[in-house]
């Protein structure tokens, strides 16, 4: 089974298309991956989808890095 | 062939008038049709029964289009019934008429809640599936009082002008994405609402279209096929003016 750290950057290597070796814990969506707004919602719809879970929009809006996706999934998947 | 053969259209209030005729005038470019409702389930079912006559497939869904769970539900419904959502009409409005001075504040929130807020609740709600399909087309109804205003209607054509503002938002939110938005805004059209005025009101509208006649629900429908082919590939952001020329 994949870890969640693969799982997601399989999704952004996908979504935004990007380099696998660019997707760091560090990197910001917007800042580093190249992501505008639209592309960062598309992505945490994706990553819902990817973990089966919900994301509300007031904790989306708190994932800006690679690293906040992967806690934030951690936390929930306890 | 049609021009949306094997398409999924959700129409909002598409039981009677100007709803109905784009459900059908829809089906008869070939697309699927869920036919949304909030009163009248009856004439739902007959246009559903007139949609297969046709030859496609439809379903009703009851809910208002004021309300977020109704609204989620006859997405989530349209989906499970069809597999995509390529187009939205939003169609559905109501009316509350009083003049400005006698105007009830809930007469203010019905118009607004269904007529703006609607519009806004499942235009949201398609948006997710639509990015998924890097396709879509949402059309929105609104009404030449929301571009000339009419006296005794300041909740209505607050809300049809402010459909025309969320349509040009949307468009620019979503063209990136493959997903065209316009709106269409019918001039006075014959459906039961103007059926019911008397003679000289009537005379009254005629004397302000200089193609002299009332509109037919079908001329507002076939825009909205229009709208949603890929004859219209290059236009977003725009609003039809239906109207025999009232406005220009």
């Known amino acids: 089974m994949a870890t969640v750290l693969e799982r997601v950057t399989k999704v952004v290597v996908d979504r935004l298309g990007v380099d696998e070796s660019e997707v760091k814990v560090e990197a910001s969506f917007r800042e580093d991956l190249g992501a505008d707004s639209l592309d960062v919602v598309e992505l945490v719809m994706e990553l819902e989808d990817e973990f089966d879970m919900e994301i509300s929009d007031e904790d989306a809006e708190k994932i800006g890095t690679v690293g906040d996706a992967i806690s934030y999934i951690e936390s929930k998947l306890g | ?248």
């Open chain 2, 1 to 248: 062939m049609g021009k949306l053969d094997g398409k999924t259209a959700v129409v909002t209030g598409a039981s009677r008038g100007i709803g109905r005729a784009i459900a059908l005038e829809l089906a008869r470019e070939g697309a699927n049709v869920v036919v949304n409702y909030s009163g009248s389930e009856g004439k739902a079912l007959e246009v559903v029964e007139e949609i297969k006559t046709i030859g496609t497939n439809a379903i009703a869904v009851q809910g208002n289009v004021g309300d977020a769970d109704a609204v989620q539900n006859l997405m989530s419904a349209a989906i499970e019934q069809f597999g995509s959502i390529d187009i939205l009409v939003n169609n559905a409005g109501i009316t509350r008429d009083n003049l400005l001075m006698r105007m009830k504040e809930e007469e203010w929130d019905d118009v607004i809640n269904t007529n703006l807020k609607g519009v806004f609740l499942c235009t949201k709600a398609v948006t997710r599936q639509m990015m998924k399909q890097r396709a879509g087309r949402i059309i929105n109804i609104s009404s030449i009082v929301g571009t000339i205003g009419n006296a005794g209607q300041a909740n209505y054509v607050a809300a049809k002008a402010g459909v025309i503002g969320l349509t040009k938002t949307t468009a620019r939110e979503l063209a990136s994405r493959n997903i065209l938005v316009n709106a269409i805004a019918p001039g006075f059209i014959t459906t039961e609402m103007t059926d019911a005025l008397p003679e000289d009101v009537k005379g009254a509208m005629l004397a302000q279209i200089p193609l002299g006649t009332l509109g037919q629900p079908e001329h507002i429908a076939k825009a909205v096929v229009f709208l949603s082919s890929d004859d219209s590939s290059y236009m977003t952001g725009q609003t039809l003016h239906i109207d025999g020329g009232m406005y220009m």
